[in-house]
């Protein structure tokens, strides 16, 4: 069939006029509105001045950061404003990168979860029940709380620890909390201890082992567990106590424990991090990894505790999410995923009066609106398991906030 010049002129423009529209299309489905982002910036009005500590908020949706913003400053005396490139104290959200490093070791066929701890760690005690990864997992191993016993002994735990003293103090413990398996209770100690599982497990440091098989292979440039206090780290933002209106002092840490808490990130690499949770591109590759990080763990009863592997499963207004928070000196972090959505949220504030939790579902309120009309009204945020239990809420790195006398 014969068709003349002008034919052809009108079928490319319908075909790139159909291509735009379908960008277009695509484009809105993805990116936030206007009106959204100025609810965003609402939110956070507080702390988007010049002279005040703040927040780095990120918005992932379909593997894409469709919104990145920060507010306020990273550093007061030389007014270095945060940005999506500030490298923040990510505290306990620290707990879920540990986790990730143990399953690849399990991949790797270096250790099991049913190990147990003195498999890697011989100099540690033996109690009457056996002590496996898998209760320090998913904090129901009975062994007490690290910084608690620190701060307990007179220490301060925003100073500088060495490893072995934290460590000979765990072990200096006569009994557990409980016997292993018997409840859920959020322990520092087992993840201060799982890192050094991945030590002797992997022959490297755990700063090393997650440089080479997370970091690296996801382009995360800006993250690592920070083993080294007197370490330089480019474009860090430093913590602040909120006073009164306008009244910030510093809160000095010269803190370096990893497991518990020691990943330094952004939101630009935080989201890298969260594609993976789309399509896993480390170890072997597959959805494995990732259905074995959000698998809950079980008490003796056989009930769940309602924790994962660094994470927690729940439900907000009727909507499934993955997600933690934590807290160490003035900074605040909070990881929010709703997979179903293909959408998540990461506030790092470097302030202690940002609730960072309820200010990464108040953003969900606006970036998922459509999504929670959609579902039934009133359903509140709750576990997927056990909608009253308190072992949903799991303390963060510290079991208050910390105050200057």
Known sequence: MFCSPSNILAF???????LSSTSASLATDSELTTAQQTQI?????MWGQDDSPGVAVGVVRNGKLIFSKGYGLADLEHDVPIDASTVFYMASVSKHFVTFCILLLEEQGKLDLDDEIQKFLPDFPKYESPLTIRHFIHH???VRDSLTLWRLAGNDYLDYIHDDAIYDLIKQQKALNFPPGEKYLYSNSCYFMLAKIVEKASGSTIRKFAE?????????????????????????????QANWWKDYRNIIMRFDLVGSGGLYSTIEDMALWDQNFNQNRLGKGGPDLIAKMLTEGKLNSGESCNYACGLQNRIYRGLTT???????????????????QKTS??????????????????????????????VTPGVQSKSKKDQNSKSAKPKNEISQSWKRQ
């Open 212 to 240: 080479k098989h997370i970091f690296r292979p996801l382009g995360m440039k800006n993250t690592h567990f920070h083993d080294d206090v007197n370490q330089i780290i480019k474009n860090r933002a430093f913590s602040y």
């Open 345 to 374: 949220i990461t506030i790092l504030a470097n302030v202690d009066n940002v609730n960072a939790g309820k200010k990464a579902k108040q953003v969900a309120d606006i970036v998922l609106a459509e999504s929670f009309s959609a």
């Open 322 to 340: 993955i997600e933690h928070g934590g807290a160490l000196a003035g900074y605040r972090t909070y990881f929010l995923r709703f997979p179903d």
């Open 12 to 18: 490319g423009i319908s075909v790139l006029f159909s």
């Open 140 to 142: 129901t191993s009975g």
């Open 41 to 45: 910036d609402d939110t956070f009005a």
